[in-house]
Nanobody, 121 residues
Framework: QVQLVESGGGLVQAGGSLRLSCLAP????????MGWFRQAPGKEREFVAA???????AYAASVKGRFTISRDNAKNSVNLQMNSLKPEDTAIYYC???????????????WGQGTQVTVSS
């Protein structure tokens, strides 16, 4: 069974930075776009950022200018550098592999188990 493995979550103060990483199986990484969704308690899951196989990038308006997504093709990983973090960013962050572009959580998407990001005031 394919599996995406997230790492890098933790607790930071508002204004701080955190870097998330997601390791994917090579077969998935080479074939799918990669991205991140997040879900806060009691709220709907929302799109955060994505990067296609060819380097096209999309960000949610709420994180544009603060978050940066990138691919490391040598390591089959996708990274999310999060700067200027706000309490509103607190959520479980899920790595997602999806064949669709524009990026979406399609029926063919592969999900990681998530990593908790908590931003204190």
């Amino acid at each position: 069974q394919v599996q995406l493995v997230e790492s890098g979550g933790g607790l930071v103060q508002a204004g701080g930075s955190l870097r998330l990483s997601c390791l994917a199986p090579g077969r998935i990484f080479r074939s799918y776009a990669m991205g991140w969704f997040r879900q806060a308690p009691g709220k709907e899951r929302e799109f955060v950022a994505a990067i296609s196989r060819t380097g096209r990038i999309a960000y949610a308006a709420s994180v544009k200018g603060r978050f940066t997504i990138s691919r490391d093709n040598a390591k089959n990983s996708v990274n999310l550098q999060m700067n200027s973090l706000k309490p509103e960013d607190t959520a479980i962050y899920y790595c997602v592999a999806d064949p669709n572009w524009p990026f979406q959580a399609s029926s063919a998407a592969v999900w990681g188990q998530g990593t908790q990001v908590t931003v204190s005031s």
